[in-house]
T-cell receptor, first 111, second 114 residues
Framework: GDSVTQMEGPVTLSEEACLTI???????????LFWYVQYPGEGLQLLLK?????DKGSNKGFEATYRKETTSFHLEKGSVQVSDSAVYFC??????????FGSGTRLQVQP | KAGVTQTPRYLIKTRGQQVTLSCSPI?????VSWYQQTPGQGLQFLFE???????NKGNFPGRFSGRQFSNSRSEMNVSTLELGDSALYLC?????????????FGPGTRLTVL
């Protein structure tokens, strides 16, 4: 079946450091890939998406590239802020229309 | 446009009771999906509705059910509540027609079962 694997957290960084959160997937067919972010006490917010191989999704300084050859969709940001502290979820969507999520990676950014 | 809204935001029930959660999708969105989030199991798909019909269902017992109304609003019901049903229940809406499309989430309903 479909699955998403994310790096374990928490990831603790100082403000202005570079961020990479690894995400790899297993899926039949050609899934769409997403990153969602969850702040404490809230639901999921869509951060970025990519729908086909080599697409790059970007938003608020975050980027991720859909790599079909390595089945990966790593999240990157060049300079994190304290306000980026949250839990980040990688997810895939296939024709079944049910999102399959990774386990989430907690990011803590210290001033 | 207003986002996905869910009511109530918080709910406390006791074992054996039943509960109904409500979700109003983004205006114009026709697909509504439900997910359960727990610390142990993470985010799991419950079911998806489109045009008042359940199109997909996750691996949950029959105590979990849902429905969708003609205005695309959706409700989910959990009967005979168990302690393990304590979770954040998230609703997501999507504009999709024939093809799967991006899902936008509401703030969730936090259910506590005592």
């Amino acid at each position: 079946g479909d699955s998403v694997t994310q790096m374990e957290g928490p990831v603790t960084l100082s403000e202005e450091a570079c961020l990479t959160i690894n995400c790899t997937y297993t899926a039949t067919g050609y899934p769409s890939l997403f990153w969602y972010v969850q702040y404490p006490g809230e639901g999921l917010q869509l951060l970025l998406k990519a729908t086909k191989a080599d697409d790059k999704g970007s938003n608020k300084g975050f980027e991720a590239t859909y790599r079909k050859e390595t089945t990966s969709f790593h999240l990157e940001k060049g300079s994190v802020q304290v306000s980026d502290s949250a839990v980040y979820f990688c997810a895939l969507l296939t024709g079944r229309r049910a999102l399959t999520f990774g386990s989430g990676t907690r990011l803590q950014v210290q001033p | 446009k207003a986002g996905v809204t869910q009511t109530p935001r918080y709910l406390i029930k006791t074992r054996g009771q039943q509960v109904t959660l409500s979700c109003s999708p983004i205006s114009g969105h026709r697909s509504v999906s439900w997910y359960q989030q727990t610390p142990g199991q993470g985010l799991q798909f419950l079911f998806e509705y489109f045009s008042e019909t359940q199109r997909n269902k996750g691996n949950f017992p029959g105590r979990f059910s849902g429905r969708q109304f003609s205005n695309s609003r959706s409700e989910m019901n959990v009967s005979t509540l168990e302690l393990g049903d304590s979770a954040l229940y998230l609703c997501a809406s999507s504009p999709e027609g024939l093809a799967p499309d991006t899902q936008y989430f509401g703030p969730g309903t936090r259910l506590t079962v005592l």
